[in-house]
Nanobody, 121 residues
Framework: QVQLVESGGGLVQPGGSLRLSCAAS????????GDWYRQAPGKERELVAR???????NYADSVKGRFTISRDNVKNTVYLQMNNLKPEDTAVYYC???????????????WGQGTQVTVSS
């Protein structure tokens, strides 16, 4: 199974920025759908942003205008640029990818291990 390795989380002050990366390990991977989710303490995991194979994007209302999801098909990496961060953005962020490997048409999926984002002064 393909592993998704996340990086880029950390502690940032309100109004600051972070960029999260989610890299799919292995060769011959084609990511069809790349998502970023987040889960705050005591809350359910929620979808933050999505990017399709065609490059279409969708965002949760709470992050529209502040977050940008993008992808690098050569590096098999999905990014989440987060600007103007707020304390309510504090959560563990998880990436999710729906993908195929090599010439197979079988769609598979994996989750990243999660990365903590804390917004606090």
């Amino acid at each position: 199974q393909v592993q998704l390795v996340e990086s880029g989380g950390g502690l940032v002050q309100p109004g600051g920025s972070l960029r999260l990366s989610c890299a799919a390990s292995g060769s011959g991977i084609s990511i069809n759908l790349g998502d970023w989710y987040r889960q705050a303490p005591g809350k359910e995991r929620e979808l933050v942003a999505r990017i399709t194979s065609a490059g279409s994007t969708n965002y949760a209302d709470s992050v529209k205008g502040r977050f940008t999801i993008s992808r690098d098909n050569v590096k098999n990496t999905v990014y989440l640029q987060m600007n103007n961060l707020k304390p309510e953005d504090t959560a563990v962020y998880y990436c999710y990818a729906d993908y195929t490997v090599g010439r197979s048409f079988k769609r598979q999926s994996s989750w990243g291990q999660g990365t903590q984002v804390t917004v606090s002064s």
